[in-house]
């Protein structure tokens, strides 16, 4: 029985039938629960001398939010400084008053830098290269005064009271030579070899030296180990990207955006490892292997129970949480019929669509509220209520979820093409239907169209023999921090509008997948779903009645996507709690980006349903469904529906297997969103251009995995 354990955290989520009941009894413990004060400190630098960023006031905003609606943060209690008001002296000034001087013994502590980062040489020998954040002071000549550095960070963390403390360093350290990536904005700097630490910065590391009982041997090893105090949550290490993006509206540091946007959805039994690994699949999409969170610090262990070994470390390290959310009223207008709205709970790929018309529940009443107007992370609504009584600090969820039914897919044009490729990829995407062009760096996108860089053994030649030696590359598309998107590239010497046509059917495929991904929701879901991927064992026999619940989860011990060699054979478990039969479709995109249909009971109709109270496992043969070759990553999306999906299903046909491939998937994917919508009460937005779900309606399942 060893064996048998779950692949994905995130198939254990389960609609809010079994959330609410978790929320309820766990609130009832928070009123009789001693409280610690909560102290934080949160630094975002946007504008520096000879460089600047976009996004690191924003994921200041995020956090904060954050921090004073799930965590319970007074918002007298959090110190921010930003642009300008981040100098080297000013961080470490605040942080001595803030946090050292008034944090006793078991207060909560967080610490969030958002800003570049920098490997720098600090000393005379190799090992005093380390990681520095930088501030916002001006540069001098001949010295680097602008940074907190790796010693001075520890040292002000050993230097609290209590061990309760969360750093969260949204940098980057590593610098390519370039500052954009793609799509993405890269959070580094170019390192100096003539940098030193000024006497006031030495002098102030003495102090904290002799405060703190360490000397600079002990520093270093401590670091150099990851022993920092509490729990240290890392953007990246210090061999790969830190990066940010541009959204509808906005931008932010991708790691605190995933980060952030988990947490507001996390349940009080929710790990921190948990929330780690679902914050860093979303960073895949978008980065792949550039960018890979880490978690690290004495406490980054966590504590394992008697029952269990799974670690039970908790999200800033906060015992008693607030209620999962999507956002909350932040201001009240025209005598309580209008709010705005912090949406930071919502995920990344439904706010960058989310339209008027949407309605949110507010938390322990009846009263819904509907979307007018959004911008960004922000958005005003009206209450559907004749009398309404709302107040600021009330959360809210999804009710109603709605978004344009003509939903497309933007590619970003790479900044790295000259003019004329430039052009004529944009005139080429323009001529597609559904796609979009972006520009690089600037405008929000799904992927990058650019030039595939070939592997030459040209390194060793005389650079007059290389010339006209090498053709040029072909063109691909890659993620939006340019990793290549597997079979998409083509040929040296093709031209711009032959790769477009060659990439059309490839780039609906992707937005099928982008469509299928705006019905996922399954911690708002209403329906009595749950579903589990698992690896299935040859040696246990798989029994329907057995709980899903009775799995043990197994997550990464770093936080990062789960990665699962070839031949490893895996299962859903699909358990039906509700009252009713639930239908339900798999659809997904294999590890070659090929859309597939499964076909679950292998028989002629490929949708199928669950009876009430029934458990069943797919495939019902050990051997059906075992991982294949190439390395890559794979996407699974289980649809369930109170309805049957008959346009879904007229469109998939007849076919024999478990499982094959769907050369119209972006049609199918079109039919789940209509089969959706009409088995949804669409009588509060009655708008022909729109897709509206109810959340009693429905439960989408998305389980990623990468195949190694």
């Known amino acids: 029985m060893k064996r048998r354990s779950l692949l994905q955290a995130a198939g254990m989520f389960c609609g809010a039938w079994g959330a609410n009941q978790l929320l309820l009894s766990r609130a009832s413990q928070v009123l009789a629960e001693p409280t610690s004060r909560k102290l934080a400190l949160l630094i975002g630098i946007n504008q520096y001398r000879n460089a600047s960023l976009n996004g690191c006031t924003t994921d200041i905003k995020l956090q904060k939010e954050l921090l004073i609606h799930r965590f319970g943060f007074q918002p007298s209690d959090i110190v921010v400084l930003k642009n300008q008001q981040a100098t080297r002296s000013q961080i470490e000034t605040v942080f001595t008053e803030h946090l050292i001087q008034q944090a006793k013994p078991n207060d909560i502590v967080v610490f969030h830098f958002s800003g570049f980062g920098s490997l720098q040489k600090l000393g005379t020998t190799a090992d005093d290269i380390q990681p520095v954040l930088l501030t916002a002071d001006d540069s001098r000549e001949d010295t680097i005064a602008n940074v907190i550095s790796q010693d001075t960070l520890l040292l002000l963390l050993r230097s609290l009271s209590t061990s309760q403390v969360t750093t969260v360093l949204d940098a980057g350290y590593f610098y390519p030579g370039y500052s954009q990536r793609g799509n993405l904005k890269l959070r580094s700097r170019p390192s100096d070899p003539a940098s030193q630490l000024i006497s006031t910065e030495l002098e102030f590391q003495e102090k904290l030296l002799a405060s703190t009982g360490l000397d600079r041997v002990q520093t270093r090893v401590k670091w150099r180990s990851g022993q920092f105090p509490g729990v240290v949550l890392s953007a990246a290490n210090d061999q790969q990207f830190a990066t940010e993006s541009p959204w509808n509206g906005f931008s932010a540091g991708l790691f605190t955006y995933a980060l952030t946007q988990q947490l ?340 002629d109709q490929f949708q199928t349903s669950i009876a009430s109270n029934e458990t069943i496992t797919i495939p019902r043969s050990l051997t059906d469904w075992i991982l294949q070759a190439p390395s890559g990553l794979s996407e699974l999306y289980l649809i369930c529906s109170r309805s049957p999906f008959q346009q879904t299903q007229a469109l998939i046909g007849t076919g024999t297997g478990f499982m094959r491939s769907l050369p119209n998937f972006l049609d199918v994917a079109q039919a789940v969103l209509q089969d959706l919508h009409q088995a949804s009460d669409t009588s509060l937005i009655n708008t022909p251009d729109l897709f509206a779900l109810d959340m009693t309606t429905w439960a989408t399942f998305r389980f990623t995995y990468q195949i190694v």
């Open 264 to 603: 507001w959805q996390a349940l009080p039994s929710t790990t921190l490892r948990v929330n780690l690994r679902q914050a860093s699949e979303l960073i895949a999409k978008r980065v792949d292997a550039k960018q890979q969170p880490i978690l690290m610090g004495q406490k980054s262990r966590g504590h394992a129970s008697r029952e269990s070994k799974t670690p039970t470390l908790k999200p800033y390290q906060v015992a008693s949480i607030e209620s999962a959310a999507d956002g909350v009223i932040t201001a009240i207008e025209d005598s309580g019929k209008i709010v705005q709205l912090w949406l930071g709970g919502l995920p990344p790929e439904i706010l960058e669509t989310y339209s008027s018309g949407a309605v949110l529940k507010v938390e322990n009443s009846d009263q819904l509220l509907q979307v007018i107007e959004r911008n960004g992370l922000v958005a005003k609504a009206r209450s559907l209520t004749e009398s309404p009584s709302l107040q600021i600090g009330q959360r809210v969820r999804e009710r109603i979820r709605a978004f344009p039914k003509d939903v497309r897919l933007a590619i970003a044009i790479d900044a790295n093409l000259n003019r004329v490729e430039r052009v004529d990829a944009v005139s080429a995407l323009s001529g597609l239907p559904k796609v979009s062009a972006a520009i690089a760096g600037e405008q929000p996108a799904d992927y990058l169209f650019s030039k595939v860089e070939e592997t030459t053994q040209v390194a060793v030649l005389n650079p007059d023999a290389m010339k006209g030696a090498i053709l040029p590359a072909g063109y691909g598309l890659f993620s939006q921090g340019r990793d290549a998107i597997p079979q998409t590239a083509g040929e040296s010497g093709e031209a711009v509008k032959v790769a477009v046509r060659r990439l059309a059917p490839r780039l609906q495929t992707l937005l099928g997948a982008k469509l299928l991904n705006l019905t996922s929701n399954v911690t708002n879901s209403q329906l009595a779903v749950r579903a589990a991927l698992e690896i299935a064992d040859s040696n246990v026999a798989v029994q329907q009645t057995e709980k899903i619940s009775n799995a043990v989860s197994v997550i990464p011990s770093d936080g990062k996507v789960l990665s699962l060699p070839v031949g490893t054979p895996i299962r859903l478990r699909v358990e039906n709690r509700d009252v009713a039969p639930i239908h339900f479709v798999i659809l997904g995109l294999d590890n070659r980006g090929a859309g597939i249909v499964f076909n679950p009971m292998q028989t």
